[in-house]
């Protein structure tokens, strides 16, 4: 984590927090490209490079502006989009299309079209229909696409019930019912049109312990077992998903090597018992890669003292730049950038700008004395943050900012009044 003090300052990634609050106003999302490397580097070191024919698909809804979609790209990772949007994206920064992996619940005809004429390396069927409409498309361009099936291992796991998705009731993926996925997994093998690769599973986000990937996977091997038996057909791709949890308050990120070695231990045991032909095995994280390189800066404006009840210290942006506080309580912490040293005598409320009073930021949190014009720091705001930004309240979108060892470049320029307005009829 790039994070220090310096005269009473926050400085993140070697730049002064309060001079890029000057410079580039506020809100602002500050990344630290040091800490996304870090954190590639340490899925080099060990996943891609302990384990042979591994990928790493950054999951591209956490966080994809065009300088990250190039930042993953000249990393050598693979990418994981959910949308045209995301596609369209990563195929703008030039992202090898074989790298591109294509996941979500109701992909659209003209997505998967786009997808087939890139020829994006696989697409994760995520219901019976799609791979219908899947062959279809190829049929029409003359092109045949991998395809893994994203299967619901129907495990539960501890995280907040909007982010799990790995449970028999959701809305993702197709459920473990050997007569609906065998039919399938059939049709895909005979289809001329695409060539079934691999099996995938998510069991949802901000996973902090282990068990739910690895009593997934178990569900998955039996599969990988019983289509070996019925088709003679060998799984050639697992992608376990992503998921893994990051620190925001107190939580202990867990290394990369606490999924994963467990993970590939199990794989490796599994085939080799059954001498099967080992498969290469995927993962998708995002959060874990770019939740804690990033920080929000605000400056603090209103402070509204309840007596006896909370003192309210407002700053200028809210659930329209983070919207997870309000969605799904999602906790943080922060600092008064400009007074990161002082001692902390109040316990606040740090709230938003948008007409809701659910727009809390961050509830009962000590800080050093609240002052107008203060720089306000929230930590480990990279994931899912600016890539959930709205409009709400016709309030504008902020800049990004890439900072690396003391120097700062402008990535997303800042939403203006004109943007705003420029799909409007006027
Ligand atoms: N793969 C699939 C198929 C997914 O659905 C997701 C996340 C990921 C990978 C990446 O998961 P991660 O490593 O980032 O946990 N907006 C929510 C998170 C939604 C995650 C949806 N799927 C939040 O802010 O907590």
Redesign the pocket.
């Given at each position: 984590m790039f994070r220090e003090v310096r005269d009473n300052t926050l400085y993140f990634d070697g730049c002064n927090t309060v001079e890029l609050a000057r410079k580039y106003g506020t809100p602002l999302y500050v990344y630290s490209e040091r800490d996304i490397i870090g954190r590639f580097n340490e899925l080099k070191t060990c996943f891609l490079e302990k384990y042979p024919c591994t990928r790493v698909a950054y999951?591209a809804?956490?966080f994809f502006p065009v300088a990250m979609a190039k930042l993953v790209a000249r990393e050598g990772m693979c990418v994981?989009v959910v949308s045209g949007g995301e596609l369209y994206t990563a195929i703008k920064a030039g992202f090898p299309a074989e790298k591109i992996e294509f996941?979500g619940n109701n992909k659209q005809r003209a997505e998967i079209t786009m997808a087939v004429e890139y020829g994006i390396g696989r697409i994760i069927v995520d219901s019976l229909q799609e791979l219908t409409l899947i062959e279809d498309v190829c049929r029409e361009k003359g092109k045949k696409m991998k395809i893994l099936f994203r299967i619901t291992p129907g495990v539960k796991s501890s995280s907040h019930d909007y982010?799990v998705?790995g449970k028999k009731d959701s809305k993702f993926g197709i459920p473990l019912d050997d007569e609906v996925i065998l039919p399938q997994v059939k049709a895909a093998i005979d289809s001329e049109f695409v060539e079934f690769y691999g099996l995938h599973f998510?069991v949802g986000?901000?996973i902090l312990n282990n068990d739910s990937h690895l009593q997934a996977l178990d569900v998955m091997l039996d599969l990988v077992t019983k289509i070996k038996v019925e088709f003679d057909c060998d799984v050639k791709e697992l992608n376990v998903?992503?998921?893994?949890g990051v620190t925001y308050v107190e939580e202990k990120r867990p290394p990369f090597s606490y999924y994963l070695d467990p993970i590939m231990k199990k794989i490796d045991n599994y085939y080799d018992e059954k001498n099967l032909q080992r498969p290469n095995v995927v993962i998708?994280?995002?959060?874990?890669i770019i939740a804690e390189a990033g920080i929000s800066l605000y400056t603090i404006g209103s402070i509204k003292d309840i007596k006896d009840i909370r003192k309210y210290v407002s700053v200028d942006g809210g659930m329209t730049d983070n919207i997870?506080p309000a969605l799904?309580q999602a906790e943080y912490t922060g600092l008064i950038a400009n007074k990161a040293n002082e001692e902390k005598t109040e316990t606040v409320t740090i709230c938003g700008k948008c007409c809701e009073s659910g727009d809390i930021l961050i509830k009962d949190l000590k800080i050093a004395h609240p002052e107008r014009e203060d720089i306000f720091a929230i930590f480990s705001t990279g994931?899912?943050g600016y890539s959930?930004a709205s409009n709400y309240n016709k309030n504008l979108i902020p800049a990004v900012v890439m900072v690396s060892k003391g120097e700062d470049r402008l990535i997303v320029k800042p939403q203006t009044y004109e943007d705003l307005l420029r799909n409007e009829i006027i």
């Open positions: 999951a809804k956490a994981d996941n982010i998705t998510h986000s901000q998903g992503g998921g893994f998708e994280p995002g959060r874990s997870r799904y994931a899912y959930m």
